[in-house]
T-cell receptor
Framework: GENVEQHPSTLSVQEGDSAVIKCTYSDSASNYFPWYKQELGKRPQLIIDIRSNVGEKKDQRIAVTLNKTAKHFSLHITETQPEDSAVYFCAASSKTSYDKVIFGPGTSLSVIP | EAGVAQSPRYKIIEKRQSVAFWCNPISGHATLYWYQQILGQGPKLLIQ????????DSQLPKDRFSAERLKGVDSTLKIQPAKLEDSAVYLC????????????FGPGTRLTVT
């Protein structure tokens, strides 16, 4: 079945710097890759997603890139702010697995003012 | 629009007791998911419903966990009997349809098994 790995597990950056989180997936048939943000004690919320027919997607300060050949995708946050501090989860889903969404283990991002 | 509702928000039980969680998805959402999130880990899918049919329950410990979605709307997840390792947050989520669509999560139920 699908396996999603995520690195790093923790990340600290200075306010204003960029943050990059990388994920790899195992199922070459995966076609949908969402990223969720979970603040402490809150529910996960979608921040951006990308489909397998697109290599890059950007939304204001966040962007996601996808390399299907290497089976990895990354989240880029620019001009980080303290409110970006949270746990970020990447995920992957595949039509061969009934679109089941498999989450990575998460990256705890701390933005230091 | 109203979000995904879950109850109770917190539950403390002793091992070997039973517990049930309830979820009401966003109106019109055909797909409903139950996840188990252990502290410090990502959500782990337990069961996925499409309307009132089970799409995937491969990671549901069927000897103790059961779930149903009556009439394709509300859903309940039951644990009987509970074990210490069941302590986690149980998240319910729904999406318009399955396959590449945003999942909307409920607030979760924090279960502590003592």
């Amino acid at each position: 079945g699908e396996n999603v790995e995520q690195h790093p597990s923790t990340l600290s950056v200075q306010e204003g710097d960029s943050a990059v989180i990388k994920c790899t997936y195992s199922d070459s048939a995966s076609n949908y890759f969402p990223w969720y943000k979970q603040e402490l004690g809150k529910r996960p919320q979608l921040i951006i997603d990308i489909r397998s027919n697109v290599g890059e997607k950007k939304d204001q300060r966040i962007a996601v890139t996808l390399n299907k050949t290497a089976k990895h995708f990354s989240l880029h946050i620019t001009e980080t702010q303290p409110e970006d501090s949270a746990v970020y989860f990447c995920a992957a889903s595949s039509k061969t697995s009934y679109d089941k969404v498999i989450f990575g283990p998460g990256t705890s991002l701390s933005v230091i003012p | 629009e109203a979000g995904v509702a879950q109850s109770p928000r917190y539950k403390i039980i002793e091992k070997r007791q039973s517990v049930a969680f309830w979820c009401n998805p966003i109106s019109g959402h055909a797909t409903l998911y139950w996840y188990q999130q252990i502290l410090g880990q990502g959500p782990k899918l337990l069961i996925q419903f499409q309307n009132n049919g089970v799409v995937d329950d491969s990671q549901l410990p069927k000897d103790r966990f059961s779930a149903e979605r009556l009439k394709g709307v509300d859903s309940t997840l039951k644990i009987q009997p509970a074990k210490l390792e069941d302590s986690a947050v149980y998240l319910c989520a729904s999406s318009l349809v399955q396959g590449g669509y945003e999942q909307y999560f409920g607030p979760g139920t924090r279960l502590t098994v003592t």
